[in-house]
């Protein structure tokens, strides 16, 4: 007995000094107000060897929110490749006799999120992209179209999942993932604020137009400075859309956006209108197809999106829920399989396994991370990215990750650490949704180590700012001590 606790002190007393003080510190945060009654999850690693840093509750079944975003970016980058360029099809069907096609113009979709995007780097126009396709059907020898131009959707299921918030959908952040999805899937919707807090706020116009949306309105002015607070209530598929919330009074106009409820359809209705602009009149309305055109139409043109690097940029920087779950179809249909969100995690839950991830507990309702019945552990994050760090393509996925004081950057995230140590050696993803905040990345020490972590935080009481300083706070320990 007196030998196994001379060995026990022998250990403690070997145990290096920043291990033990972090591992105090962790005590004390998790007993702070706000956060004692919460769910923690912390893993920290050292990228290159593995070792475990600090652990907290890391095997934990924990709501990720966006950081789920890091499984199907990793898995764009490893399956398809940092230049991959995803093509999309203009076919024809029927006969061309005198100039004019007996059939219809085919837009064959592949789930290129860079079509229009505004977003995206050095992405192509809408009309740009309209022009080559046009001049393409008039090197074809179509001058006029008995027929119509349809917008085909069908190499993915573009449902979004039944657990995603009902406030969510309808709004640009919850767009359904078309496998024609162009102009980012979204529309602006400006409104007019009253005078003074709240007086309605009137809804002047959408831009691009949308004639065939209606909106009932019922949003109101909220006080100078209180930014964006409206909701859009629509589900996909339909025209009729209910507005509620706030938008800020002061400014003359004040714009919010929204989810284009049939993006296949709006495409379609766009290049049939720039046709006829270019003197190409199809003498039939545009529609959309959730099927296989009949037969086999014959190829016109295709056009290349943009990398896949800058497209995964922007998922990672900009937390952009539509292009995670384009993605996750898109690796689908990579293994030829059906373009749905069933088929994509299962390929994310093969590649995962393969990293060295823990997949037995795993559950996965989207890739973007908005639904609320994902579960996943803080370990899991860990893991995969040390895995990735090992990889030939590291620095470029890790160049996509936010940093302090990121201009590419949106929301909060790009404040944590922007002064001192961190400024340098933090590349980190965020998450947050009501009662979750969540982050993962790298962190370069002072020591030159890099380091992988997590923290996952469900269902605290504290302000969410504080959350945010307490996680600056133990990466700034991490980076001094090790």
Known sequence: MKTAILLLCALACAAPAGALNINSAVKEMAARPGIQNASWGISVKDAATGRVILERDAQKNLLPASILKIFVTAAAFDLLGADYRIRTGVYYDG???????????????????????????????????????????????????????????????????????????????????????????????????????????????????????????????????????????????????????????????????????????????????????????????????????AGKPELVTETEGSPLADIVRVTNKRSFNLYAELLLRQLAVSRGLKGTAAAGIQVLKDFLAAQGADTSELRLADASGLSRVNMTKAVNFTDLLCSVSKKKYFEAFRDTLVFPADPEATGHIRRLGRDGLLAAGLRIKSGSLAGVRAYTGYLRTQKGRTLAFTFIMNNYSAAPAGIDKLHEDLLLKLAEHY
């Open 95 to 293: 006969a061309i006799s005198n100039g004019s096609l007996n059939g219809n113009i085919y837009l064959k979709g592949a789930g290129d999120p860079s079509l229009g995007s505004q977003f995206i780097k050095d992405a192509r126009s809408a009309d740009d992209t309209f022009k080559l396709w046009a001049d393409a059907i008039k090197a074809k020898g179509i001058n006029a179209i008995n027929g119509a131009v349809v917008g085909d959707e069908s190499l993915f299921e573009s449902v979004q999942p039944g657990s995603w918030a009902w406030e969510d959908i309808g709004n640009y952040y919850a767009a359904p993932a078309s496998a024609l999805t162009i102009n980012d899937n979204l529309y602006k919707l400006y409104f007019k604020p009253g005078e003074n807090p709240g007086d309605k706020a009137e809804a002047l116009r959408t831009e691009p137009l949308l004639p065939e949306l209606t909106f009932k309105n019922h949003v109101l002015t909220g006080p100078g400075g209180s930014g964006d607070n409206t909701y859009v209530y629509a589900f996909p598929g339909l025209h009729e859309a209910v507005l509620r919330g706030t938008v800020p009074r002061g400014p003359a106009e004040f714009a919010v956006k929204g989810a284009l409820p049939d993006p296949a359809l709006f495409a379609a209705r766009s290049f049939s209108a720039f046709l006829a602009r270019a003197g190409i009149i199809a003498d039939r309305e545009p529609y959309r197809t959730s099927s296989e055109p």
